[in-house]
């Protein structure tokens, strides 16, 4: 009687010990549930900034990208209705100069409105800078793969250089855009709909931008400008990161958007043989710079049409 009575006792306990563990685990499961949620939430005005280029196995996966838009200012320093009004600036010298004969035409309404007008830059050169390896590190098939990586971001940047001035700095802080050799981050997502977590593919690039506030030389007031970001893996093959390299690019440079064809180096997705830039590609870059924005104008600046 003793015996049955002590194994009953022991089965008790351990039941009570069961519980107790799966009410724990439940308990953890709901607090980490909870904590990417809020993760998700507090991130949406990042992700309005940020434009994601995947890199697709295949040519018919198309992308869905965030809105890119975001501003980035001081609140304290101007009030929404003191942004300058958009006005066009004068186009750059290769761009005045570039004729297409050919009819092949564009594609700009696939680029992106924002809430400041196009990514038009104004101040010329576009400063650059491009990451290199640091220190006097032993010579070694990582440092050799470093090496090529700058070299196929750095011919990007020279084929760009034809059709808008460009400079490599060698500062960081000195750079209107950053590129960094880095991995872009995975961003996982729950879709509100069905509750379950959206596990994103591992992606090549990455560009994001950012809107500041330029002194302009020895003006009092402040323009309203750009700043850009692009982030692209170590682990492509020579051929990818300057294909990458020059997509991405063409983003910063003011193409906002993608072209639906893949013979131009803007198509959404990498193909087996990436395009170089193609006549497309700088007819939207051309009629880009033909429009309206706000960067490049004083907080200050009015239309001719107001007084």
Same mark, same amino acid.
């Given at each position: 009687?003793?015996?049955?009575? *002590?194994?009953? *006792?022991?089965?008790?306990?351990?039941g009570?010990?069961f519980r @107790?563990?799966?009410l724990?685990?439940?308990?953890?499961?709901?607090?980490? &549930?909870? +904590?990417?949620?809020? @993760?998700v939430?507090?991130?949406?005005?990042?992700?309005?900034?940020r434009?994601?280029?995947?890199?697709m196995?295949r040519v018919?996966?198309?992308e869905i990208?965030?809105?890119?838009?975001?501003?980035?200012?001081?609140?304290?320093?101007?009030? /929404?209705?003191?942004? $300058?009004? $958009?006005?066009?600036h004068?186009?750059?010298?290769?761009?005045?100069q570039?004729q297409?004969?050919?009819g092949?035409?564009?594609?700009?309404s =696939?680029?992106?409105?924002?809430?400041?007008?196009?990514?038009?830059?104004?101040? &010329?050169?576009?400063?650059?800078?491009?990451?290199?390896?640091?220190?006097?590190?032993?010579?070694?098939?990582?440092?050799?793969? &470093?090496?090529?990586? @700058?070299?196929a971001?750095?011919?990007a940047?020279q =084929?760009?250089s @034809?059709?808008?001035?460009?400079?490599?700095?060698?500062? /960081?802080?000195r750079?209107?855009?950053?590129?960094r050799?880095?991995?872009?981050?995975?961003?996982?997502?729950?879709?509100?709909?069905?509750? !379950?977590?959206?596990? $994103?593919?591992?992606?090549?690039?990455?560009?994001?931008?950012?809107?500041y506030?330029? +002194?302009?030389? #020895?003006?009092? %007031?402040?323009?309203l400008?750009?700043?850009?970001?692009?982030?692209?893996?170590?682990? +492509?093959?020579?051929e990818?990161?300057?294909a990458?390299?020059r997509?991405?690019?063409?983003?910063?440079?003011?193409?906002?958007?993608?072209?639906?064809? %893949?013979?131009?180096?803007?198509?959404?997705?990498q193909?087996? #043989?990436?395009?170089?830039?193609?006549?497309?590609?700088?007819?939207?870059?051309?009629?880009?710079y033909q +429009?309206?924005?706000?960067? *490049?104008? /004083?907080?200050?600046? !009015?239309?001719?049409?107001?007084?």
């Amino acid at each position: 009687m003793k015996t049955t009575t *002590g194994k009953l *006792g022991r089965r008790q306990s351990n039941g009570r010990r069961f519980r @107790v563990l799966g009410l724990a685990i439940a308990t953890a499961v709901l607090v980490i &549930f909870t +904590q990417l949620q809020r @993760v998700v939430a507090q991130r949406g005005s990042v992700e309005q900034m940020r434009h994601n280029y995947r890199i697709m196995s295949r040519v018919t996966d198309k992308e869905i990208a965030p809105t890119p838009d975001s501003l980035v200012v001081a609140a304290a320093e101007f009030s /929404p209705s003191s942004l $300058p009004a $958009p006005q066009t600036h004068p186009l750059p010298t290769p761009l005045t100069q570039w004729q297409d004969d050919t009819g092949n035409g564009d594609y700009f309404s =696939e680029v992106k409105l924002t809430s400041v007008g196009y990514l038009v830059w104004s101040q &010329f050169p576009v400063k650059i800078y491009v990451e290199r390896p640091t220190g006097s590190a032993a010579p070694s098939a990582s440092l050799q793969r &470093f090496h090529n990586w @700058v070299d196929a971001v750095l011919q990007a940047v020279q =084929e760009w250089s @034809v059709y808008l001035p460009l400079e490599v700095v060698s500062q /960081p802080e000195r750079a209107d855009i950053l590129i960094r050799r880095s991995r872009p981050p995975l961003q996982a997502s729950i879709n509100r709909e069905t509750g !379950k977590l959206n596990l $994103p593919r591992a992606r090549s690039a990455e560009t994001r931008y950012e809107f500041y506030l330029r +002194q302009a030389g #020895n003006a009092p %007031e402040k323009v309203l400008a750009q700043r850009f970001t692009i982030q692209l893996s170590p682990d +492509q093959t020579i051929e990818y990161t300057l294909a990458t390299a020059r997509h991405e690019l063409g983003h910063a440079l003011g193409i906002w958007g993608h072209s639906l064809l %893949e013979t131009d180096t803007m198509y959404f997705s990498q193909v087996r #043989n990436p395009p170089k830039i193609s006549p497309r590609d700088i007819n939207t870059l051309k009629r880009v710079y033909q +429009q309206p924005t706000r960067l *490049g104008w /004083p907080l200050t600046s !009015k239309s001719s049409g107001e007084k």
